[in-house]
C-alpha cells in the first residue's frame, strides 16, 4: 500500500509511464493493477540485462562510458560498489537502472531525467 500510494504521487509529478516491475512477485504486479497502475513485469532476463549494463561502464572508442551516474545516486552508487550477479540482494536501485535501460529504447530520454 505505501508502494502504491509513492508510485501515485510519482505518476503525478512525472506523469504517467510503464510501472516495470520484478516478474517474481506477481501479487504485487496484479495489486497495482488493481489501484489503475500501469504495472508491467519486467520481460527480459537478468542475465542480459547485467551484460547490457556492464558493457556501458567501459570506455567506448571516443574516450567516454555510455553510462553516467550523478553523485547525487548514493543508493545506486553504493549497490553498484558493492554488487555481486550471485546475490539478489541490495540490489534495488541497480535492478531500475537495468530495468530503465531496456525501456529507454521504446521511451524517450527525457522520461529518464528527473529531479
Do not use: W
Not at 500510494?5 to 501479487?27: H, M, N, Q, T
Not at 489501484?35 to 513485469?41: Q, T, V
Not at 556492464?54 to 572508442?61: D, N
Amino acid at each position: 500500500e505505501d508502494l502504491i500510494a509513492a508510485l501515485v504521487k510519482f505518476l503525478a509529478l512525472y506523469g504517467r509511464g510503464e510501472i516495470c516491475c520484478d516478474k517474481s512477485e506477481p501479487e504485487s504486479i496484479t495489486k497495482m493493477q488493481r489501484a489503475s497502475l500501469p504495472a508491467i513485469a519486467y520481460p527480459h532476463k537478468r542475465e542480459d540485462g547485467i551484460r547490457e549494463l556492464g558493457a556501458r561502464f567501459p570506455k567506448a572508442g571516443d574516450g567516454l562510458p555510455r553510462l553516467f551516474v550523478s553523485s547525487c545516486c548514493i543508493n545506486l552508487i553504493s549497490e553498484l560498489l558493492e554488487y555481486k550477479v550471485e546475490v539478489k540482494e541490495r540490489d534495488h536501485a541497480v535492478d531500475a537502472l537495468r530495468y530503465a535501460l531496456k525501456l529507454q529504447i521504446s521511451a524517450p530520454l527525457a522520461a529518464f531525467r528527473f529531479g
